[in-house]
């Protein structure tokens, strides 16, 4: 009995260890780098908030920096070196989206990495660009933080667009050139095995029912094994035509442009798409 | 009522039919006869039968549990009414009832076996065999009760028949032009009618036996019909029918149905899809014979439970249910599901 106690007290002392370094973790983990000083603090806690749940739900890192110095750097360049020095994104392909408001240059630019790539496509990402920057030409730069965070969270629920391809700016313009890649949606192993495994319990399932079944022996008669050949005869045969439907749907022909994801390669090596504008 | 034992007109022994040599064999001095030889022992015998007539009418009447005395060594021999063909239980001599085998009673042909015993026993062991979901002990552990070669009586039926069917039937096309895809589908209202003629359809007419394990031996080669004679019975044991023509008429009537319905439906063609709306078979023209088809049974006791089988004694094909083994079905259930597994996993991953 008393044994017992203390394995009960050990378990608890370990949930709740794990718990706190839980805690810990989610609070390291920052998501707004307001370094130009543009949100009010209640602000940038609302947004912490914000990323952080929204960074959850959709599996994706989401960052949101600000910066009066460029070092130098392009808008691109900056937003990107900034994720992949911070180690940003989750998986091992750091899937994530950061917004950059770079108040140097006076440019909004949004840099995807991983899977964000594909649900970020050139055409998505000018569409989140005309969202926010209004609010940011009027110094409304929380608003145009939200609208963001508002907006990604809307294009990932759409999901990755069915005629998604990913174009490396070094794209040649050759289809089987690996820098152009056409989108094919990688399911988590687990989940592919899972599928594998029903369809194989079930296949199993069914084998050995059609094996039970021939257990008893089957019936080996037809129609024919009776019948007298030539026997047959057909007296009347009437095929009338009664009515005929046409129905149509339109082909979605425009697969161009619009499933385009631009990407480019950071310094640090990584691929990175985005698409920015000044505001 | 008295009893025949087909005797060996050169020492005196019971002669049985001999399903390997196709002829009747004397067992004792291996003499062999053919079919019209035992056709006149028989007319000898019969004469000899007449002459105690009418006492065999009177104990006809008597009851049902028939009790008839041996001819070869005094025995009664004890059996139901619909027994036709038996042996006796203390001398083993075939034993023949004629009294079920007269009248009404009489079958206007019969197949003789062609599966002698050791060959029908050991037909059976192959087919165990070959069952993957049985314990490999049953044949081994289990232990045959009974096995017997039987004359099932049956009722053949020849029927014609005028059959109407109404269906709908549809066609889809499609193509594309420009951007549009079209989808064209017509419609059709079918109607088919036609006459057939069924030969030999078989309905047993003995409560005994199961009907579908009976269906699923079919079918037997009618080429090979032989006209009755109660010498084919000798050395087997047969039973008389208890359920009589009218009676399975029903039983013909339902495959009549399904047999005109797949006739009719196969001959609408060149649809992408047909549904049946209605479908009628009239049976005008039906005549039953009644006719004795051999099978084999065996009855098989395996832990503590009898399994029935039934083998066609004319072409060894068998029906029956075996005993699952629930542990041999697990290991095919997993053995087959990890194969499809891996076959899913490796090579499907392009597909998912």
Same mark, same amino acid.
């Given at each position: 009995?008393?044994?017992?106690?203390?394995?009960?007290?050990?378990?608890?002392?370990?949930?709740?260890?794990?718990?706190?370094?839980?805690?810990? &973790?989610?609070?390291?983990?920052?998501?707004?780098?307001?370094?130009?000083?543009?949100?009010?603090?209640?602000?940038?806690?609302?947004?912490?908030?914000?990323?952080?749940?929204?960074?959850?739900?959709?599996?994706?890192?989401?960052?949101?920096?600000?910066?009066?110095?460029?070092?130098?750097?392009?808008?691109?360049?900056?937003?990107?070196?900034?994720?992949?020095?911070?180690?940003?994104?989750?998986?091992?392909?750091?899937?994530? &989206?950061?917004?950059?408001?770079?108040?140097?240059?006076?440019? &909004?630019?949004?840099?995807?990495?991983? +899977?964000?790539?594909?649900?970020?496509?050139?055409?998505?990402?000018?569409?989140?660009?005309? +969202?926010?920057?209004?609010?940011?030409?009027?110094?409304?730069?929380?608003?145009?933080?939200?609208?963001?965070?508002?907006?990604?969270?809307?294009?990932?629920?759409?999901?990755?667009?069915?005629?998604?391809?990913?174009?490396?700016?070094?794209?040649? %313009?050759?289809?089987?050139?690996?820098?152009?890649? &056409?989108?094919?949606?990688?399911?988590?192993?687990?989940? +592919?095995?899972?599928?594998?495994?029903?369809?194989?319990?079930?296949? %199993?399932?069914?084998?050995?029912?059609?094996?039970?079944?021939?257990?008893?022996?089957?019936?080996?008669?037809?129609?024919?094994?009776?019948?007298?050949?030539?026997?047959?005869?057909?007296?009347?045969?009437?095929?009338?035509?009664?009515?005929?439907?046409?129905?149509?749907?339109?082909?979605?022909?425009?697969?161009?442009?619009?499933?385009?994801?631009?990407?480019?390669?950071?310094?640090?090596?990584?691929?990175?798409?985005?698409?920015?504008? +000044?505001? | 009522?008295?009893?025949?034992?087909?005797?060996?007109?050169?020492?005196?022994?019971?002669?049985?039919?001999? !399903?390997?040599?196709?002829?009747?064999?004397?067992?004792?001095?291996?003499?062999?006869?053919?079919?019209?030889?035992?056709?006149?022992?028989?007319?000898?015998?019969?004469?000899?039968?007449?002459?105690? !007539?009418?006492?065999?009418?009177?104990?006809?009447?008597?009851?049902?549990?028939?009790?008839?005395?041996?001819?070869?060594?005094? !025995?009664?021999?004890?059996?139901?009414?619909?027994?036709?063909?038996?042996?006796?239980?203390?001398?083993?001599?075939?034993?023949?009832?004629?009294?079920?085998?007269?009248?009404?009673?009489?079958?206007?042909?019969?197949?003789?076996?062609?599966?002698?015993?050791?060959?029908?026993?050991?037909?059976?062991?192959?087919?165990?065999?070959?069952?993957?979901?049985?314990?490999?002990?049953?044949?081994?552990?289990?232990?045959?009760?009974?096995?017997?070669?039987?004359?099932?009586?049956?009722?053949?039926?020849?029927?014609?028949?005028?059959?109407?069917?109404?269906?709908?039937?549809?066609?889809?096309?499609?193509?594309?032009?420009?951007?549009?895809?079209?989808?064209?589908?017509?419609? /059709?209202?079918?109607?088919?009618?036609?006459?057939?003629?069924? *030969?030999?359809?078989?309905?047993?007419?003995?409560?005994?036996?199961?009907?579908?394990?009976?269906?699923? $031996?079919?079918?037997?080669? /009618?080429?090979?019909?032989?006209?009755?004679?109660?010498?084919?019975?000798?050395?087997?044991? !047969?039973?008389?029918?208890?359920?009589?023509?009218?009676?399975? /008429?029903?039983?013909?009537?339902?495959?009549?149905?399904?047999?005109?319905?797949?006739?009719?439906?196969?001959?609408?063609?060149?649809?992408?899809?047909?549904?049946?709306?209605?479908?009628?078979?009239?049976?005008?023209?039906? *005549?039953?014979?009644?006719?004795?088809?051999?099978?084999?049974?065996?009855?098989?006791?395996?832990?503590?439970?009898?399994?029935?089988?039934?083998?066609?004694?004319?072409?060894?094909?068998?029906?029956?249910?075996?005993? $699952?083994?629930?542990? *041999?079905?697990?290991?095919?259930?997993?053995?087959?599901?990890?194969?499809?597994?891996?076959? $899913?996993?490796?090579?499907?991953?392009?597909?998912?």
């Amino acid at each position: 009995m008393k044994k017992r106690k203390y394995t009960l007290l050990i378990v608890i002392m370990l949930l709740a260890g794990l718990f706190i370094s839980a805690l810990t &973790v989610m609070a390291a983990a920052q998501k707004i780098y307001d370094e130009a000083e543009l949100f009010s603090a209640s602000e940038k806690g609302s947004l912490e908030k914000q990323t952080v749940s929204l960074s959850e739900r959709i599996n994706m890192d989401v960052i949101i920096i600000t910066t009066n110095e460029n070092d130098g750097k392009t808008s691109s360049a900056y937003a990107d070196d900034f994720y992949d020095m911070n180690g940003f994104g989750y998986g091992d392909e750091a899937d994530g &989206v950061l917004l950059l408001i770079n108040m140097e240059d006076r440019e &909004v630019y949004i840099s995807t990495c991983g +899977k964000a790539i594909h649900y970020l496509t050139d055409r998505r990402i000018e569409n989140m660009l005309d +969202k926010i920057y209004p609010h940011l030409s009027e110094g409304n730069y929380s608003e145009g933080a939200a609208a963001f965070l508002n907006s990604l969270e809307y294009y990932v629920k759409e999901g990755i667009p069915a005629n998604q391809v990913t174009k490396d700016e070094s794209f040649t %313009g050759n289809p089987s050139d690996p820098s152009y890649t &056409v989108y094919r949606e990688t399911e988590n192993p687990s989940k +592919k095995a899972l599928i594998c495994l029903v369809i194989s319990l079930g296949i %199993g399932a069914g084998v050995v029912g059609v094996m039970a079944a021939h257990n008893k022996g089957r019936i080996g008669t037809n129609a024919n094994t009776y019948l007298d050949p030539r026997s047959f005869k057909l007296l009347h045969a009437e095929d009338r035509h009664v009515n005929t439907k046409i129905t149509h749907v339109t082909i979605n022909t425009n697969s161009g442009g619009s499933g385009t994801s631009s990407t480019h390669t950071s310094s640090g090596g990584a691929s990175h798409g985005g698409g920015g504008r +000044k505001f | 009522m008295s009893v025949i034992t087909y005797q060996c007109p050169n020492c005196g022994g019971p002669l049985g039919f001999n !399903a390997d040599l196709q002829s009747w064999k004397c067992e004792f001095c291996l003499s062999d006869f053919d079919e019209d030889a035992v056709r006149a022992l028989k007319e000898e015998q019969e004469e000899h039968r007449s002459e105690n !007539a009418a006492e065999e009418e009177r104990a006809e009447f008597e009851s049902n549990a028939r009790s008839y005395s041996c001819p070869s060594c005094g !025995a009664e021999i004890v059996t139901d009414d619909t027994t036709a063909a038996t042996f006796c239980y203390y001398c083993h001599n075939p034993a023949i009832l004629p009294g079920n085998l007269s009248g009404t009673y009489r079958p206007s042909k019969v197949i003789p076996f062609t599966f002698e015993r050791a060959a029908a026993t050991e037909a059976f062991i192959k087919w165990c065999k070959k069952k993957p979901l049985l314990s490999k002990d049953f044949t081994s552990s289990s232990q045959l009760e009974l096995l017997s070669g039987v004359y099932i009586p049956f009722w053949l039926y020849d029927c014609d028949i005028r059959g109407k069917m109404s269906a709908s039937a549809r066609n889809i096309r499609t193509w594309t032009s420009g951007d549009k895809r079209y989808t064209e589908t017509k419609y /059709y209202d079918v109607v088919r009618a036609g006459t057939a003629k069924f *030969r030999g359809i078989p309905a047993d007419g003995s409560k005994k036996t199961d009907d579908r394990l009976m269906e699923t $031996l079919e079918p037997y080669d /009618y080429s090979q019909m032989r006209d009755f004679s109660m010498s084919y019975l000798s050395g087997y044991l !047969a039973e008389k029918y208890d359920v009589g023509e009218n009676e399975v /008429y029903d039983r013909i009537k339902e495959r009549i149905q399904n047999y005109s319905r797949r006739l009719l439906e196969d001959t609408i063609t060149g649809y992408s899809s047909v549904s049946v709306n209605n479908c009628l078979a009239d049976i005008y023209q039906s *005549r039953a014979t009644y006719v004795l088809l051999p099978t084999w049974m065996f009855t098989y006791n395996y832990k503590g439970k009898t399994y029935v089988f039934a083998m066609n004694g004319q072409t060894g094909k068998i029906a029956g249910s075996l005993p $699952l083994s629930k542990a *041999r079905m697990a290991l095919w259930f997993m053995g087959v599901s990890a194969v499809a597994f891996i076959i $899913l996993f490796v090579v499907g991953g392009i597909f998912i």
